[in-house]
């Protein structure tokens, strides 16, 4: 796959998250609502519980995405690239 859609995608979810962020939705884990009058194991923090609704399990990094999302912002990367350059506009990523 073409660096630039893995590159352009991660950025669309990046900032879809930042804008998410803003209206406080978060991680179920990281949910101000998760009941804190028990013991937690691990097991039940990792289990994407939804506890509120501003708990989104796709508040992660792109890279912990489900492939599912994750395609679907990759679709979208490569479509935005597609119209890009259609209107000769081309990005490219510089070398480390």
């Excluded at 039940?44 to 395609?71: S, W």
Aim: with cysteine; proline share 3%.
């Amino acid at each position: 796959m073409d660096d630039r859609v893995t590159k352009l995608a991660e950025y669309l979810h990046f900032e879809w998250r930042t804008l998410r962020e803003k209206d406080d939705y978060h991680l179920p884990t990281k949910c101000p609502n998760f009941e804190t009058d028990y013991d937690k194991d691990k097991e039940t923090m990792d289990a994407g519980f939804i506890h509120c609704n501003k708990c989104d399990i796709n508040m992660c990094d792109f890279a912990d995405l489900e492939h599912y999302v994750k395609e679907q912002y990759i679709q979208k990367a490569e479509h935005m690239l597609k119209e890009m350059q259609q209107f000769g506009i081309t990005i490219s990523i510089p070398s480390e």
